[in-house]
């Protein structure tokens, strides 16, 4: 943001008159002592009204954006569930042999390889032993 101007009286260029920033002590062109005229200073060097009315604007926009997601998140949620409800993909009853039915033959070989080499461990160590139902048993 550019810095507020006023004039100087550059005491080595014979009294020329430069227009400078308010806190110059040497004259740009002969680097000799400068005074200031108050006659006039330029304040008006920042952000114009408009402009900062413009970002005024903005960040309410974006402030009251942010609020009404907020608050209308959960409605807007539960609008996309209802638009998105099919009852096929309920959860129903599935019999075992059905959920066997389910998991490919490579999984089931490996649970069976996994049962296999865990259980007699369990039961060396004390631990859960498994139901009468299992093979390994």
């Known amino acids: 943001m550019p810095r507020p101007r006023a004039n100087f009286s550059c005491l080595s260029c014979d009294g020329a008159r430069h227009e400078l ?20 200073v330029q304040v008006n060097g920042g952000t114009s009204r408009p ?10 926009a974006t402030q009251r954006a942010r609020f009404v997601d907020k608050v209308a998140a959960p409605a807007i949620e539960d609008a996309r569930m209802v638009k998105n409800y099919d009852p096929a993909f309920t959860s129903k009853p599935v019999s075992a042999g ?40």
């Open 21 to 40: 920033p308010v806190d110059a002590r040497f004259c740009p062109f002969t680097g000799g002592a400068v005074e200031r005229l108050f006659d006039a």
């Open 51 to 60: 402009r900062a009315e413009r970002r005024r604007r903005t960040v309410e």
């Open 98 to 137: 059905a959920a066997l039915g389910m998991v490919g033959g490579e999984n089931r070989m490996w649970s069976q390889h996994v049962a296999r080499q865990a259980f007699p461990m369990l039961k060396a160590a004390g631990g859960p032993v498994p139901t009468a139902g299992s093979r390994d048993g």
